[in-house]
């Protein structure tokens, strides 16, 4: 039996149930403004932006970063800028400087919530700019620079991920926050290699010589850890090779074996007898305060007996290895090895020593001044 009145109150509510689900549907005035702020067409953005550049993702998908400000102001450089190569008349624009992101082939750009910290841009400008990737996984770097010193800029670097622009932080080798920017060299100061590796160069006042660090890029996390260091005489980039690190593990793995990392054939403990054919011909024959010593290019090869005492059954004390050319500072040594047994100034020879006990033997560190290179590494 039907019972109009029944019908007529399900029907009135079905009818509210259908109104409250378009309702849910359309997004109130509200939120319609503010995903209006968040969405800029591509043509309104090439109109108000100051900067622009074209960055992949490690998916090596195109994205165009535009950088405007609402706030912008425009002045007139009356002075010439010789940190910027800027030149009296060229323009400066000031205000709070905000980042959107434009997907390739996408009509709208997404405005970025990422702070820029940035707030003047003087163009013609070179200290903003991106570096591409290596590999297909890498993704490209947007950095924004400002001056650090006179030797080098401060980088602030971004990457791509997820459709959202990312800033990265630095990390040093034991995974500690150091700081979310890094110094870079003005011209060429920063390059990708393959296997995620970024290095930073700039020249360091205090040492004389180019510092070129490599950091390990984590896209997950979002950081840059520390992964090797190294200093170099030239402007121009070293090869991608490996720097102290590996070089620090090759000695500690040559003072555990006791051998000599130049020639592994020849080991502590062997007699004179037996490594006397496996060396070249000396430059130099010398004794020592304990000692004769064979002398080579790099290396000198010491014994338990003097040179007017040697004979078959003398045997190999120590191994000095030279190393100014390594430019190996005792910062990096610690680093790398972590701290020494024994870290002391030695009156005697007038200098400063790092000892580390390896295995069975001793892997020492020797330089003069506190903090310059290590000048000798030994193995005993």
């Not at 109109?47 to 706030?71: E, G, M, N, W």
């Not at 991106?130 to 770097?141: L, Y």
Request: hydrophobic share 35%; net charge neutral.
């Amino acid at each position: 039996m039907n019972h109009p009145k029944g019908n007529k109150c399900l029907h009135g509510v079905f009818v509210l149930i259908a109104a409250c689900f378009i309702l849910w549907l359309v997004p109130t005035h509200s939120e319609a403004a503010a995903e209006g702020k968040n969405r800029i067409a591509a043509e309104e953005l090439k109109r108000i932006s100051r900067l622009s550049f074209t960055l992949r993702d490690a998916f090596q998908t195109p994205y165009t970063v535009y950088i405007f400000a609402s706030d912008e102001k425009m002045s007139t450089l009356e002075e010439q800028d010789y940190w910027t190569n800027n030149k009296v008349g060229d323009k400066s624009y000031t205000g709070t400087y905000r980042a959107a992101l434009l997907k390739n082939g996408e009509q709208y750009g997404i405005v970025q919530s990422v702070n820029l910290e940035l707030r003047e841009i003087t163009m013609p400008q070179t200290w903003h700019y991106t570096v591409k990737g290596s590999g297909a996984s890498m993704p490209d770097m947007l950095i924004l620079s400002e001056w650090g010193s006179s030797n080098f800029n401060l980088a602030h670097p971004f990457i791509i991920r997820s459709g959202v622009l990312q800033p990265l932080k630095f990390m040093n080798n034991n995974g500690k926050k150091m700081d979310d920017y890094y110094p870079a060299s003005r011209r060429d100061g920063i390059r990708i290699l393959s296997k995620s590796r970024v290095q930073f160069k700039a020249y360091d006042n205090s040492k004389t010589k180019y510092a070129v660090n490599t950091f390990k890029l984590n896209i997950s996390k979002l950081e840059l850890r520390l992964d090797d260091t190294r200093y170099v005489e030239q402007a121009a980039w070293p090869n991608s090779g490996s720097g102290d690190r590996d070089y620090l593990n090759s000695l500690k793995s040559a003072a555990f074996s006791g051998y000599l990392p130049a020639n592994p054939q020849i080991k502590l403990g062997m007699t004179f007898k037996s490594v006397k054919d496996k060396l070249n011909a000396a430059k130099l024959k010398e004794n020592g305060e304990w000692g004769a010593f064979y002398l080579f290019d790099h290396y000198a090869v010491g014994f338990n007996d003097y040179l007017h005492d040697l004979n078959a059954n003398s045997h190999v004390m120590i191994f000095n290895i030279f190393a100014d050319q390594r430019n190996l500072t005792p910062s990096n040594v610690k680093r790398w090895l972590g701290n020494p047994g024994e870290e002391y100034f030695n009156e005697e020879e007038g200098g400063y020593e790092l000892d580390y006990k390896v295995g069975n033997h001793s892997l020492g560190f020797h330089y003069e001044e506190e903090y310059g290179f290590i000048q000798l590494i030994t193995i005993y």
